[in-house]
């Protein structure tokens, strides 16, 4: 089955090739996410633009129950344009999935994962927070916090205080291997 496709267009004479073409390509948007209801294309031509590769846009926009996702790529031609933006809304796709059907390796859901837990013993609620810890904070600079981080063995995060800002930091592990560092402020 194969989701919705709407086809606008714009001082382009939308011709049966290019409606069948649009329909095939932007047809099964679907395939790559369940979740999308319908699909919507614009084909525009602009004369006024400065550069001939600018003149033809196309633009898709998906819809899906909770999220819409868009792209707009610019060509010398119409359906070289769609191309491009068809192309670029398929990497948008693959990185929403990414995020939002990947995120947890168990397949529960953030509410699932949130929902209490009930003691089998007692019938109580189980409280959400399982453990709590205390630790003290030595100051230091955001230079020791690492060296610190890494002898520790957290992998993650460390908290620490800043010595050169007198506030609470946390220093985190990005993917590429390099460091972030959080400064709460009070709202």
Do not use: C, W
């Amino acid at each position: 089955m194969s989701n919705k496709v709407e086809v606008q267009t714009r001082n382009i004479r939308l011709t049966e090739k290019i409606e069948e073409y649009v329909n095939k390509k932007a047809g099964n948007f679907d395939h790559y996410l369940p979740a999308i209801e319908e699909a919507r294309v614009e084909l525009a031509h602009h004369k006024a633009a400065r550069n001939a590769t600018d003149r033809n846009v196309a633009q898709i926009t998906v819809y899906g129950k909770g999220f819409t996702l868009r792209t707009e790529e610019r060509a010398d031609e119409a359906l070289a344009a769609f191309d491009q933006a068809l192309d670029n809304m398929q990497r948008q796709i693959e990185r929403y999935k990414g995020k939002h059907q990947h995120g947890r390796g168990d397949g529960r859901s953030a509410a699932e994962a949130a929902e209490p837990i009930i003691d089998d013993e007692t019938g109580e609620l189980s409280p959400l927070v399982a453990r709590k810890k205390k630790f003290i904070l030595y100051p230091m600079s955001e230079d020791e916090a690492v060296v610190q981080m890494r002898n520790l063995g957290h992998d993650n995060f460390f908290i620490f205080y800043n010595a050169d800002t007198s506030k609470i930091n946390v220093l985190y592990s990005r993917r590429n291997g390099s460091y972030g560092l959080i400064e709460p402020e009070l709202g």
